[in-house]
């Protein structure tokens, strides 16, 4: 075990698409595994039946579904996080594991909020609900400039994806005002090899 003990804590990495997010979730995961933890890890939107309902929706290709609007968009994110929270994320925490999750209420903040404009107030409701009031003991956002994430993605893209360059301008920004209203949450740089964001990441968790 590490010097803080990570048993029944949540964790969450958080930033732009394609900033290296999972590769440093793999690499945490390891480290736990090794470190004698029960780690169980999920995704948003994801990790559920239902979840994945909810993701083949929000996250179609563009076009798929051409009427959505952001009111819409936001619920079916929320649908997600309150099915992962109930199903997955609690009876982890309840049964001692370390949960890691990919993205959670920040990115609501973020895309919807800074996105595309919608009431912050009203994303934090919604959060709060969805999650039942909970918050991850610690946040990773994983700072890269809006260009690489953009350059970087490859595969076909998303609704999301397909925004333009000032939508994940504005999103990033989002992300750096929310950690640094959140004690709980750490920007690492994500402009470096995967080895020293791993070593930083490892760092702040006394691993
Ligand atoms: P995903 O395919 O999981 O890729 P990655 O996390 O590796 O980028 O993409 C999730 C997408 O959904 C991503 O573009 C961010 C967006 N998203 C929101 O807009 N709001 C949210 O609340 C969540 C969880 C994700």
Redesign the pocket.
């Known amino acids: 075990m590490s010097a803080i003990d990570l048993r029944g804590k949540l964790i969450a990495f958080e930033?732009?698409?394609?900033?290296g997010?999972?590769t440093q979730e793999r690499r945490l995961i390891r480290r736990l595994d090794e470190a004698g933890y029960d780690v169980v890890s999920t995704?948003?939107?994801?990790g559920t039946t239902i979840g994945d309902a909810a993701?083949a929706i929000?996250?179609s290709k563009p076009g798929a579904y051409h009427a959505m609007i952001p009111f819409s968009?936001?619920l079916l994110?929320?649908i997600?996080?309150a099915q992962n929270t109930h199903e997955v994320i609690r009876p982890a925490m309840e049964a001692g594991k370390t949960v890691i999750v990919?993205?959670?209420?920040?990115?609501?903040?973020?895309?919807?909020g800074y996105?595309?404009g919608m009431d912050l107030d009203l994303i934090r409701t919604l959060n709060d609900h969805a999650t039942e009031n909970l918050h991850p003991d610690l946040t990773f956002f994983i700072n890269v400039p809006a260009e690489t994430?953009v350059r970087r993605?490859k595969s076909e893209h998303?609704?999301?994806?397909i925004e333009a360059l000032a939508f994940h301008e504005r999103?990033r920004h989002g992300f750096l005002e929310l950690v640094a209203q959140d004690p709980h949450a750490v920007v690492i740089d994500g402009d470096r090899p995967p080895e020293q964001i791993e070593e930083d990441v490892a760092r702040y968790l006394q691993l």
Request: proline share 2%; glycine share 8%.
């Open positions: 930033g732009l698409d394609a900033c997010k999972s995704v948003e939107p994801g993701r929000v996250l968009e936001l994110f929320m997600s996080r990919s993205r959670y209420r920040m990115s609501s903040e973020a895309y919807q996105g595309r994430a993605k998303d609704r999301i994806e999103v």
